[in-house]
């Protein structure tokens, strides 16, 4: 009887740790559509994370074109107002060399003038 009841006993155990694998592996199919559920929101989040990246990436691009035209326009301005004054400057300094040889001239004509009457008057 000991012989049976041990064989029943084994039985038990078997069915028992049948009905164990049987449960986990239940609960691993569970835990993979969790898992795969899992996986499809964490792609989900990933491609709407990465359309606000691109968006604002295309956001920061615009600011900063916006701004890089804008400086460019005041750097243009003011090498047109650098040229504007250089070009005063220019014409300016040449008027004043060109009414210097005619003081010069000038200044001459009347040194000879002088010495002529100089001359003269001695």
């Given at each position: 009887?000991k012989?049976?009841?041990?064989q029943?006993k084994?039985?038990?155990?078997k069915k028992e740790f049948q ?7 239940e609960?691993?199919?569970?835990l993979d559509a969790?898992i795969d559920?899992?996986?499809a ?7 709407r994370?990465d359309d606000?990246?691109?968006i604002?990436v295309?956001?920061?691009?615009a600011y900063?074109?916006?701004k890089?035209?804008?400086v ?7 090498g047109d107002?650098?040229?504007t004054?250089?070009k005063g400057?220019?014409?300016l300094i040449e008027?004043?060399?060109?009414n ?5 001239d ?6 000879q003038r ?9």
């Open positions: 009887m012989e049976k009841e041990r029943t084994r039985l038990d155990v009905q164990v694998r049987k449960e986990i592996k609960t691993e199919k569970r969790k559920k899992l996986d929101k964490i792609d989900q989040v990933e491609i994370l606000k990246i691109d604002a295309e956001s920061m691009k900063t074109d916006v890089f035209s804008q460019q326009s005041s750097f243009q301005l003011l107002k650098l040229d004054s250089v400057i220019v014409n008027r004043g060399m060109g210097q040889a005619k003081i010069e000038s200044v001459q004509n009347h040194e002088i010495c002529l009457l100089e001359t003269k008057a001695g």
